[in-house]
């Protein structure tokens, strides 16, 4: 490609992303399809989720098969502290992602000699116990029920519209620059050869722990920001079934590719809510989904866009 | 100076005696070569000193400090870098990635000076001759350029000391003479390596004294000269590659 080439493909990407910004801004205007607005609302949260795992999974090569734990720790937090004190809800949310960051290393210590599915089914029992316990302690959890009544974060559909997408945004913007980052690289490397990290320098114990509790912060802030959302938590908020779409997610999206998780959590998102009737099949539908990606496009919707249209800005060459 | 010393190091492997109470010591600024024959126990030498095997019993020293069990990255940080048999590399990551999740800014290598991280990257691509868009997946490369990036990977951690395990294996005669003379440039910019090779010729030629090993023993050490003429080294080998003894 020739320098003129790419300063056009680099004008018209700003120019495409300019105006799908202008676009985000001015929707709740130009449709008054309130529903809608619900559903991308629902669709940014899912992708700021399946980013956090794909940050695991995608691009650091720990799959991670419990991380709805996170994310249900994230909901829990603000249940719990939105019952006892009056925050202020971006500290609630922040604590939600600190909260996320302790589980993440009470789960990532005893789990980092384990690898490939050892350290799979070890962080899904961790996330089974989680979910045990908000089933079994009906007095600190509301049982099946879960917490309910949670005051609102910000009032109005629009709103809320408008924050989710600041969440997706931060969320996208701040992984963009971790992986260009030294640091970024390295928590890549770790998916690559873990043995040629030691001969590199690298502590790779370290290194997993950190990038796990990066990855644990982001879901928990998307778990809490869920939590006031919904003004409920439940504990189907931190269910294999959530992990298992948010894997669905990523891997339609396109694995490792950042941007394949906002691909992915639109695509399935308003597939799930526009196609209700079939709710009862959505794990069925999420494994056929994962099959026939794996089978035709390893890279994900992602992937084949990227491949057939863009040719620039790649952020962690997979 | 004896910056490295190997106290009779032993290992074993499930009752296979791999190395035994093996000594040799490691001069600074010098070019060791480890040879010996198929199962020697060269490879494990090497895999004992850069902590990716525990020692049953012995000790490394270096710097006055032992370092037997130190992880691996602990013993890179201290100065200790090392190459691998196949050439290792993150395949799905560019070159330039490849080298730079390496890199260490101490002031141990007098070779490469650049502050800037990008530009210190560019210098050691420019210093191993790889000549690849940095941009280029690893997994793209061809074998000799796959051997120049390891050397630019170690390079990188701000080596004293380089170990490298078959640097020259699977190479033509032009590729090894230019990994040669990539050995030749460090040693001249105060790097120190110790070198295994299966190529006897290139061993001779690189280096300034020899260890030999067989069967997990010192056999023999000296000058290539003084190893040359050494009868217990031929009949080590059989006889094998004795025309490379002449």
Redesign the interface.
Known sequence: MTDTQRKKQVLSLTIGILLLLCFVLLMPFLFKNRYLLHVIILANILAVFAMSWDMLAGFMGQLNLGHSMYFGIGAYTIGFVTKAYPISPVLGLIFAGLMAVFLSSIVGIPCLRLRGPYYAIATLAFSQVLFTLAMGLPKLTGSEEGITNIPKFIMGIEGNYYFSFLLLILTVLSLNLLYRS?FG??L??L???E??????????NTYKILGAALSAFIAGIAGGYSCYYHTNVTPDMLSISLTFSVVAVVVFGGIGTLYGAIFGAYALTFLNEYLYFIVDYRLLIYALVIIIMLLYSSNGLFGFFKERYLTIGNT??? | MEILQVNNLTKNFRGLTAVSRLNFGVRQGEILGLMGPNGAGKTTVINLI???LKPDSGAIIWHNENINGL???KI??RGI??T?QQA???????IF??V?????QSKRMKLFLATD?KQKVLDIFQFVGLRTKP?T?AKDLPQDELRKLEFA?AI??GPELILLDEPVSGLTPEESDSIADIINRLNQGGVTLIIIEHVVRMLMKVSHRLVVMSSGQKLSEGTPGEIRQNPLVAEAYLGKEEEDFA
């Open positions: 030294v690289k390295r890549i490397s998916r690559e050869d043995r040629l990290c030691e001969a590199a320098g690298i502590d790779t962690a060459s997979k | 850069t902590g990716f992880k691996p990255y890179v940080r870098a090392r691998f290792r590399v993150f395949p799905n990551v560019s990635d490849n730079i999740v390496s890199l260490n991280p941009s997946p990977r990188a951690s």
